[in-house]
């Protein structure tokens, strides 16, 4: 599609204006991180430059975990197995046969900048600790270079500000600050684990395909939408109690701990989520403006699906019994008495890689300074700017 673009092949009207398709105005649609996760490593893969949008929490990143590390080894800069643990992060980028060949001066001049910068935050504070550490470690150089870096970048400056702040504010030690990163992470109820301030920021807001949860797409819309995977509803219990909406009192929540009526609660709570399946669903379904693909098919658990439902009215088909040639006869009626469906067989081959064409630059230069002699002050009042809007008052 993107390719496509490129050629001149692929427009979208904007307001009323055609114009060339760009990234930003493809959204992928998921309904987790983890198939947030597939995608954007399969967009990676193949040059497709993307951003993430979702309600993930900066705390449960591998990045935390290695913050985490890296404090505890300054906190402690005496006790080899913490130092060593935080020189294997990506962080640090020690590789394994590097650490393990760490020995005499080489080990020994590691274990003093652990040191140095125990001594730093002691003396000085988290901020200028922590500036030295990135600063001596190469640490920026080396996570730009990765192929996600701009995201690890991010989160690595994310978590910079939050710790600054417990820091200043709460003036919380090294050791309190990894302390604060693991109760944030193990436990999803506390404070430090809610708000807006733990949820990750977006890496670059430049021409890029959007990897949305449905959750996060309601009330936007965008001029095209994939959705890959809506056929995956799976009917999962959850552990414990059956939680479900009871008809018999007013439709008041309500719990089973194994009454008798145990199985019939349990399908009011499938039905229940099924319902909520289809709600997501409709929401995903109404993002796009101009072009929404869907992917479909006899595909383990599909039956339980929304699509299931409203292209095959499962609830009155044998629907596991049916394959995908099955399946596409009644799409295919469909795109027959509309001329707006298409159904076309996924390609099994790997996409190609994206290769996106660098636009001219626009040369930056200096304004000419004005031939007429300036004062070298005065007074200018806001009135007066309005009434010239065009005029230009160099900065001397």
Known sequence: MLSAAQAGRVVVDDKGKQRKLEGQDIAVLVKSHHQGQLVHDALQELGVANVRYGQDSIFETQDAIEVERILLAIAHPAREGLVRSALATQLMGVRGDEL?????????????????????????????????????????????????????????LHLSDLLATLAHDDKLSIEALAKHLADARNDERSENNSGEGRLLRLESDENLVRIVTIHTSKGLEYPITYCPFLWD????????????????HDHCAALDFGSAELEAHQEIAHHESRAEALRLAYVALTRARQHCVLVWGALKDAESSPLAWLLHDSEKLDFAALNDSELRNRLQQWQRECEHIAVTDMSEAKGEPFVAIQEKQHELKALPYPSRAMLPWRMHSFTAWLVNPGERVPDS
């Open 100 to 156: 393990a060949a760490l020995d005499g001066e080489a080990w020994l001049q590691r274990m003093e900048d652990f040191h140095r910068w125990h001594v730093l935050a002691r003396d000085f504070g988290f901020i200028r600790m922590w500036r030295s550490w990135q600063q001596e470690a190469d640490v920026a150089p080396r996570l730009l270079s990765l192929p996600d870096g701009e995201r690890l970048m991010t989160n690595l």
């Open 233 to 248: 509803a799976a009917l999962r219990d959850r552990p414990g109690p059956v939680r479900y909406h009871d008809p018999a």
